[in-house]
């Protein structure tokens, strides 16, 4: 069903972005527009009033229409952004031996905010269309929790959910026992696009384009414990994921205040991702026989949106400084902490792609034109 949904809205968007970009490119009238110097009343000889610089004057104006005929041909961004990504979803991780009392819970990972690199680019085709490229991308959220078990190892110890059936319920009996147990949950996002963009007014822009989104997220943890006259022993547990997205988007931008060299833009955007996620889990405990991994692939329909709003300065005719802040969400990706309650080593259940992260933050970057 999910690959019927993706080939479906690919053919629309492609359709759509066809006759987005046939509709824009009258190359040789935009162009000569936009080369032609501006021209006023006054300038047409002397005699503003007269039907000859009426008729040119209008020429001219009709020319330039909604759009800016002054735009600039070539557009760069550069700048940091800083981005922060939402705690898990709400999943029990580990109980006492009795499955009683939660330990440690997904939510508990509380990712600070982290710095990326954003990069912009547009190139004007014509009075009112244009291409544009973007990427970001973040490589370093990373957040910790530690717990540690009320009981005596002789009367329990950690236990590792979910129910019988996942990946930690098949060692054969034996739990995931210890005193004390450090976790880390790691992610990282990388973002690429590439658009058409059509000037609908002088201050709204609508696009559509290509996307492609890198997420790759991690879970380690270390069970410690000691047993009599062999000293200390640990459990390590880990989960490596990656989601490789790629889909159609469409959007737009408006400009909702234009003041002197003060300028406030938003924008919004939208799309559905073919998206294939891979993921390795294992379960080992060093200096023994027991080692258990289980690798899934599978194709899912993801999908992503964004919102935006960003204030620029204009410092010369050719350099601002803009700042704003950014939202993004995703729905229908896998995460390392969601993936102990399905994954088996005999590979028979798939892999669990219900995560919906959630990144938002501050942007700032210069901006040249010319």
């Not at 601002?320 to 990706?333: F, P």
Request: charged share 20%; hydrophobic share 40%; with cysteine.
């Amino acid at each position: 069903m999910s690959r019927t949904i993706w080939r479906r809205f690919a053919a629309i968007a492609l359709i759509c972005g066809t006759q987005l970009a046939l509709s824009s490119f009258d190359a040789t009238a935009e162009e000569d527009c936009c080369n032609a110097e501006f021209v006023s009343l006054e300038s047409m000889g002397g005699d503003a009033s007269s039907k000859d610089a009426k008729d040119d004057f209008g020429k001219m104006d009709k020319c330039c229409g909604p759009c800016d005929c002054c735009a600039p041909l070539w557009t760069v961004r550069a700048g940091a952004i800083f981005l922060k990504r939402e705690e898990p979803t709400a999943r029990t991780l580990f109980t006492n031996f009795s499955g009683a009392t939660e330990l440690m819970n997904a939510e508990g990972f509380d990712f600070e905010t982290q710095t990326g690199f954003d990069f912009y680019a547009k190139r004007r085709l014509g009075q009112c269309s244009g291409v544009e490229v973007r990427y970001f991308g973040v490589d370093s959220w990373s957040a910790d929790q530690s717990a540690a078990n009320p009981t005596s190892f002789a009367n329990g110890g950690f236990l590792l959910q979910p129910a019988p059936g996942g990946l930690a319920n098949l060692l054969f009996g034996v739990p995931i026992v210890g005193t004390t147990i450090d976790a880390t949950a790691l992610s990282r996002l990388h973002s690429t696009e590439i658009n058409l963009t059509r000037d609908v007014t002088d201050r709204l822009t609508v696009l559509a384009g290509f996307r492609w989104v890198e997420l790759h997220e991690e879970f380690r943890a270390d069970a410690n414990y000691s047993v009599p006259f062999f000293g200390p022993r640990q459990w390590n547990i880990d989960s490596s994921v990656d989601n490789h997205m790629y889909g159609f988007q469409l959007g737009a931008a408006a400009t909702l205040l234009d003041w002197r060299r003060f300028s406030l833009e938003g924008n919004l955007k939208a799309g559905v991702y073919y998206n294939r996620a891979d993921v390795d889990a294992s379960i080992t405990r060093p200096a023994s026989f027991l080692d258990l991994a289980a690798s899934q692939k599978t194709d899912h329909t993801a999908f992503l949106g964004e919102l935006g709003l960003v204030g620029a300065v204009q410092l010369t005719d050719c350099l601002s400084v803009r700042a704003g802040y950014q939202i993004t969400w995703i729905e229908g990706v896998a995460v390392a902490t969601d993936q102990f309650t399905t994954l088996i080593p005999s590979g028979g259940d798939e892999i669990n792609v219900g995560g919906s992260p959630m990144y938002h933050g501050a942007l700032v970057s210069l901006e040249v034109v010319w």
